[in-house]
C-alpha cells in the first residue's frame, strides 16, 4: 500500500510535521482530482481522464502512496481506449484506495 522507505526519506529530509502536512494536502487534491475523474467518464472526455489520472499519480507517489499511484497508473493507460464501465470502476477503485492510503499513511505517521 505504502513506499515506506520513501515516507521514511520524506521524514528525514523534511521532518514528520511537514510530511503529515503534504500529505492532508495530497488528501484535499485527491478529493477534487478524483470528482475531476468521474466527471470525466462521465463526460467520456478520454483526454481529461488521462491528464488528471497522470497528474494525479505523480503526487500520490512522491509521497509514497504506491497503490493509488498503481490504480492511477492504470487509469491513465486504460483511459484511451477501455470501456467506460471498466473506467467507471478503476475511478471508484481509486476512492477505496485514497481512504485505505489515508488510514495506512496517519498510522505510519502516528509512531513518529
Partial sequence: MLDRPA????CEQIGPDSVRELAEMLFEDLV???DGLAA???SQDRVALSATAHKTKS?????GAEALGNVLHLLEQEGPEADWQVLDGLVEQARGVV???RVALNADLAGR
Fill in 32 to 34: 477534487l482530482a478524483l
Fill in 7 to 10: 515516507i521514511e526519506l520524506l
Fill in 59 to 63: 503526487s500520490a507517489r512522491a509521497l
Fill in 99 to 101: 481512504e485505505q492510503t
Fill in 40 to 42: 470525466a467518464v462521465a
